[in-house]
């Protein structure tokens, strides 16, 4: 694909054997095509309920899925209460003249709104304010133990008790967040000879979790390129992907959708349908390896690599918008909401970024450092330099003015977005906060509401060996963070 007269333009290259026969020419063709038979032999013993979903209009369905809705946040509500200890018997609402149902229907509209707002990137959540000056404590950090090598990738369930893990070791690991005991192995092995058709056969680089929690899927260096996709009600393998040509470095889910995103040493991302297990499309633009790609709820995903520029591709428009004005590769990049995203690069500076320019709103050049001695003269006077700290992941909590970033230097800093007051577009970030961190922070994750901040720990950098810190531990760090949104 390329880029004509700002369109992107599909280029698939027919003198490839195996292009052609890993990709369908058309844009939406079936890899299994064993569903489209389970569905026939259906056909005849389908149930009453499917019967009725079939005769719904679509306003009916959501007048159905709505009831839903509010049916299931008076059950949280009533947890709630139970919970706190704040339920009250029938006489005592009365005598308060407590109105209950006026105050579930608050509670409803307010969620309503909230996730509407979230679902149009209109969500500004007031974060970071709550971080100035607070003190982490070490002793409260929930240390997970169970990989081999380096941790490279983690992800946090939408309920935010769960978390889910990859590894160098070749293996996934699901995580009960509270316990922080393993629920489950996704075991793989590395350098096998033979087909390994579900577990991974090379190194686990990048995992995503889709938003209604029903699936997980995987990539890294895998023999012949595979995405693996996985079912997390029964803790299964369920499909591959396969239509890359090199190495999978990012994958990310749409937000509310099963559709995902994969970014590969190929310099492309492609598009896939996990709902019907499909290849659906290739954006060409990158000019070097794409290191790493985000997106919320529209079909706007983000990317960046190796050719130091950021993509941000409107799919469904067949356009794209680059954007320059850093002078290393972008290794990570992380959506903050619809106009701003945040990047981190090798050369150790964090930018933040807007939609609407093509150059960062604002750099922090050495944002992770190093403090080194330097002599100078013949006297051998000590001086210190900064040398910088290669950025290895950024995350924002979504729809926020908060966003981590994590390297090797020993630390976890925490930047908080500042924007002027009536402006709505910021000035730039400042930092609020470190966490001691030892060893390569590879990957790094704010549960939805803020409860937690995830990283991934390893010896080693997530792509490669390079400035090893041996005395590093491989493991998963649950950071307790005192945000209530």
């Not at 700002?6 to 054997?17: A, C, W």
């Not at 577009?425 to 030892?438: A, C, D, E, L, R």
């Given at each position: ?8 333009v599909?280029k ?6 195996n292009?052609?026969?890993d990709l ?13 038979e389970?569905?026939?032999d259906?056909?005849?013993?389908m ?14 369905k959501?007048v159905?899925m ?5 049916k299931e946040?008076?059950r949280?509500?009533k947890?709630t209460e139970e919970?706190s ?8 609402v009365?005598?308060n ?6 105050l579930?229907r608050q509670?409803?509209?307010s969620?309503?709104?909230?996730e509407?707002d ?8 007031k ?7 607070h ?9 997970l133990?169970g990989?081999q ?7 946090i369930?939408?309920?935010e ?5 990859g ?5 996934l690991?699901r ?18 000879k033979k087909?390994?058709t ?19 899927v995987?990539?890294?260096t ?11 009600e029964?803790?299964?393998?369920l ?6 040509r090199?190495?999978?470095n990012s994958?990310?889910f749409r937000?509310?959708?099963n559709?995902?995103y994969?970014?590969?040493n190929d310099?492309?991302?492609k ?6 297990m ?12 794409v ?8 079909e ?16 469904t ?12 590769s972008?290794?990570?990049v992380?959506y ?5 995203f945040?990047?981190?690069c ?16 604002s ?21 210190l ?12 909590l ?16 925490l ?5 002027p007051?009536?402006?709505k577009?910021?000035?730039?970030f400042?930092?609020i ?7 390569w922070?590879n ?6 509401n ?11 950098h997530?792509l490669?060996?390079w400035d090893?810190?041996k005395t590093?531990k491989?493991?998963?760090?649950v950071?307790p963070?005192?945000i209530?949104?």
């Amino acid at each position: 694909m390329s880029k004509r007269n700002g369109k992107i333009v599909r280029k698939i290259p027919l003198n490839d054997e195996n292009i052609e026969e890993d990709l369908p020419k058309k844009k939406l063709v079936k890899y299994n095509h064993k569903a489209e038979e389970e569905e026939e032999d259906n056909d005849d013993g389908m149930d009453e309920n499917d019967e009725v979903n079939q005769r719904e209009t679509p306003e009916e369905k959501r007048v159905r899925m709505a009831k839903m809705l509010i049916k299931e946040m008076r059950r949280e509500i009533k947890s709630t209460e139970e919970e706190s200890g704040a339920a009250q018997d029938e006489e005592e609402v009365d005598e308060n003249a407590f109105d209950a149902e006026d105050l579930d229907r608050q509670i409803i509209a307010s969620r309503f709104k909230a996730e509407a707002d979230e679902r149009m990137g209109k969500l500004d959540r007031k974060a970071a304010h709550l971080l100035v000056g607070h003190t982490f404590d070490e002793s409260s950090f929930k240390i997970l133990k169970g990989h081999q090598r380096s941790v490279t990738c983690v992800a946090i369930s939408d309920d935010e008790t769960q978390l889910f893990s990859g590894s160098k070791d070749c293996n996934l690991i699901r995580w009960d967040i509270e316990s922080g005991k393993k629920l489950h192995v996704f075991k793989g092995k590395a350098h096998t000879k033979k087909d390994v058709t579900e577990g991974h056969n090379g190194e686990i680089l990048t995992l995503a979790l889709s938003t209604d929690g029903r699936f997980m899927v995987s990539g890294g260096t895998d023999k012949e390129n595979l995405i693996r996709v996985w079912d997390l009600e029964g803790n299964k393998h369920l499909d591959n992907f396969k239509g890359h040509r090199k190495g999978i470095n990012s994958i990310a889910f749409r937000q509310g959708a099963n559709q995902i995103y994969s970014a590969s040493n190929d310099r492309t991302i492609k598009v896939w349908d996990i709902e019907n297990m499909m290849f659906v499309d290739t954006l060409y633009g990158h000019q070097a390896e794409v290191l790493s790609v985000d997106c919320l709820s529209k079909e706007r995903p983000i990317s960046s690599g190796l050719d130091k520029t950021i993509h941000l591709w409107k799919v469904t428009e067949e356009t794209q918008l680059e954007f320059k004005g850093l002078s290393s590769s972008i290794d990570c990049v992380s959506y903050v909401n619809n106009e701003l995203f945040v990047s981190g690069c090798q050369d150790g500076s964090v930018s933040l970024w807007s939609s609407a320019k093509k150059k960062p709103i604002s750099t922090l050049k050495l944002a992770h450092f190093f403090n080194i001695q330097k002599e100078e003269g013949n006297e051998s006077e000590n001086t210190l330099e900064r040398k910088h700290g290669w950025i290895s992941s950024v995350a924002a909590l979504k729809y926020s003015d908060l966003f981590a970033s994590g390297s090797n230097d020993g630390f976890i800093r925490l930047w908080k977005i500042e924007r002027p007051q009536g402006e709505k577009t910021p000035s730039g970030f400042k930092s609020i906060g470190v966490i001691p961190m030892h060893g390569w922070v590879n990957s790094l994750a704010f549960s939805k509401n803020g409860k937690f901040l995830v990283a991934g720990i390893g010896r080693d950098h997530r792509l490669g060996r390079w400035d090893p810190v041996k005395t590093a531990k491989n493991s998963i760090v649950v950071i307790p963070l005192p945000i209530f949104l």
